[in-house]
């Protein structure tokens, strides 16, 4: 049976369990304290559903310390851009921001100074094998891993780098035998900066690394053929930076602490959302 001809509802088939499976229609309303979060039959998908359930939560909180009207309605009302700004006036002045002290800020620095290394670089080159939609995953892992096999062997060829990555590289850089030139940290997809020059193990060395490297774009062999070591700065010159780090994660784990609370105090309905006896809580 193709996909144009499948429902929801039944395939007809005694041994199929797609009959099991609640349609969009059937999917239950999602409520917080009762109040409806979409209209009947028009769930959103799950992310906005949350970011749904989250407003609500936030907009009947705020009613509750008579900041904003009571909503006569069934359904949750759209906020404006007026209540939004009072929502958010009243969180800021509900979720405290501990600071973060100098001792939290040069034990942060001492167990992360790769991460704050300055002048930093590699000559990297490299051969991409994209994850696009309907892309069989496992069979180009496999493709991946036999062209890492063949580069990492000791007899492999020092130009059969460039011709593998002209061949099989998804990157315009295969033109070029896969070499992307000089890059820093902050050059680079996240993942890759991870690994490449934040990890302590990473630091050293040139050549093929023995392993794919999986980013969003898909997986990588990376060669690094040149290093700048870089100067590993002291604490005071980087001070401000990492207050403004700490800072930004103890604000997020405020605000998630704030979240779980009112989670915790309402009746939810329909929707996954993370409660007051989370860990974070405690």
């Not at 199929?16 to 239950?28: E, K, N, R, V």
């Not at 970011?51 to 009613?63: G, I, K, M, N, T």
């Not at 034990?107 to 069989?136: D, M, S």
Request: aromatic share 4%.
């Amino acid at each position: 049976m193709s996909a144009q001809t499948s429902t929801a509802a039944d395939c007809g088939s005694s041994a199929c369990q797609c009959s099991d499976i609640p349609s969009q229609a059937q999917a239950p309303t999602a409520r917080i304290n009762g109040i409806a979060l979409h209209e009947p039959g028009r769930r959103p998908d799950p992310a906005a559903l949350r970011e749904a359930a989250y407003a609500e939560l936030l907009r009947q909180h705020a009613v509750m310390k008579g900041l904003l009207p009571r909503h006569t309605g069934a359904t949750a009302p759209e906020l404006g851009e007026a209540e939004r700004k009072i929502i958010e006036a009243m969180v800021d002045g509900e979720v405290l921001t501990p600071q973060p002290t100098g001792e939290e800020g040069r034990r942060y620095h001492e167990a992360h100074k790769p991460q704050f290394i300055i002048g930093q670089a590699l000559h990297l080159r490299h051969i991409l094998f994209a994850v696009t939609p309907g892309v069989n995953v496992q069979a180009l892992t496999v493709h991946a891993e036999r062209a890492l096999l063949e580069l990492t062997h000791k007899s492999a060829h020092a130009e059969r780098f460039a011709q593998l990555a002209a061949e099989l590289s998804n990157c315009p850089s295969g033109a070029q035998g896969g070499d992307l030139g000089w890059i820093g940290p902050d050059d680079c997809a996240p993942e890759l900066a991870t690994e490449l020059f934040h990890l302590k193990y990473a630091q050293t060395g040139t050549g093929v690394h023995p392993r794919l490297f999986h980013t969003r774009f898909g997986f990588h062999i990376i060669d690094v053929m040149e290093r700048r070591s870089g100067r590993q700065p002291e604490y005071e010159e980087v001070r401000e930076r990492i207050t403004d780090l700490l800072t930004m994660q103890s604000r997020a784990k405020a605000l998630h602490q704030f979240m779980t609370l009112l989670v915790g105090e309402a009746l939810v309905e329909g929707v996954e959302l993370e409660g007051a006896d989370s860990p974070l809580v405690q």
